[in-house]
């Protein structure tokens, strides 16, 4: 059986046991999280939209950060130069049950 969730705005397909990387969610590791189902697929019977009845449970890992990434700007011959850098949130989720 496997799903479609929408977390932070992103869609992800999902199946039972499956680990991934989500933007950042509140919570902390071990903590149970219920995702939006958009679509489920159960052996070929799809069901979408309203009439999706299943519920997908997950289980917070670990909050961790992405790699660091660098905005820089510069103007030549004024001597103007502005680096900064930001390191993205994110949060690994495992799903521990479609039903």
Known sequence: ML???KIAGQQFTVTKDQTLFVPH???KAG???ELEVLLAD???KLS???SVK???KAEIVDQVKGDTVIAYKQKRRKGFHKK???RTEYTKI???SIA
Do not use: F, M, R
């Open 25 to 27: 969610l509140e919570g």
């Open 3 to 5: 799903a479609v969730v």
């Open 48 to 50: 979408l939209g309203s």
């Open 94 to 96: 495992k799903v521990t």
């Open 42 to 44: 159960n052996e070929g």
């Open 84 to 86: 900064k850098g930001h």
């Open 54 to 56: 299943t519920k997908v």
């Open 31 to 33: 903590d149970k999280v």
